[in-house]
């Protein structure tokens, strides 16, 4: 299997495009500081909150879910706080940054490939953090379009159906995406084949989202966005160079 033998590239955004645990960080830092608790315990907490929150309020706009979650946390930290701080972290997705290397590995893919988002983000966020991504995609699905959010399976048969109407099936499909919890475990249950941006490298744990169920998988494993483009050039490289057969 090689990069060269896809056509679409179907993308996770928050933590994969964009830098979503710096965000969700910088966007704590008054609860945590008044709570005493240090990022990698905030990071794991929210994959908890987060996950328990999506199950429970499948339809709730993205920066709802947000709100609610840090409503969670500060009570499970016994750390009263005011309502605009909830709602302040909630509105806080337009501030994530995007991953130094994501705008031109992405301008690069572009080239080669149609690029669509599958992403649990609702189009107002996603319009924030388009503008620091660098390129126009394909197609976008939210989970505000879907009304449930990843790794619900109805999440990848809806991407199915709208890469379907840009004239491409799954064989020709590569889900790129950092989260084995959110995107490869159910990616692989639907016949996807998958390459995983480990952004999180050599950290301890899982981050800002759950550990992944037993039996996730993926096909390529990269350590970044410029990496996976390095990779490509490379086979294209490697395609060119090999000699023309007889005439």
């Excluded at 794991?44 to 879910?65: C, G, I, K, S």
Aim: aromatic share 10%.
């Amino acid at each position: 299997m090689k990069l060269t033998d896809f056509r679409v590239l179907t993308f996770d955004c928050y933590g994969t495009l964009i830098d979503w645990e710096s965000g969700i960080i910088a966007a704590l830092q008054p609860l945590l500081a008044r709570a005493g608790v240090m990022p990698q315990a905030a990071l794991e907490a929210f994959a908890r909150h987060e996950a328990a929150q999506q199950v429970q309020t499948p339809a709730m706009l993205y920066p709802d879910v947000l709100a609610a979650v840090h409503r969670r946390l500060a009570e499970a930290w016994g750390v009263p706080m005011p309502e605009a701080a909830h709602r302040r972290f909630g509105a806080s997705i337009a501030d994530w940054p995007a991953f130094a290397d994501t705008p031109d590995a992405l301008r690069y893919l572009k080239r080669h490939y149609r690029l669509v988002i599958l992403s649990n983000i609702d189009w107002a966020s996603f319009a924030a953090s388009n503008r620091r991504l660098g390129v126009d995609f394909d197609a976008v699905c939210t989970a505000e379009d879907i009304g449930s959010y990843k790794p619900d399976p109805a999440n990848f048969r809806y991407l199915l159906e709208r890469v379907a109407e840009l004239g491409h099936g799954g064989p020709e499909i590569l889900h790129t995406a950092q989260s084995l919890f959110h995107d490869h475990a159910p990616a692989r249950r639907l016949g996807l084949a998958s390459a995983w941006i480990d952004r999180r490298g050599e950290q301890d744990g899982w981050g800002a989202t759950m550990a992944p169920p037993e039996g996730a998988a993926w096909d390529f494993r990269f350590t970044s966005m410029a990496a996976m483009a390095a990779a490509h050039r490379q086979e294209g490289a490697e395609l060119s160079a090999v000699p023309a057969g007889p005439r």
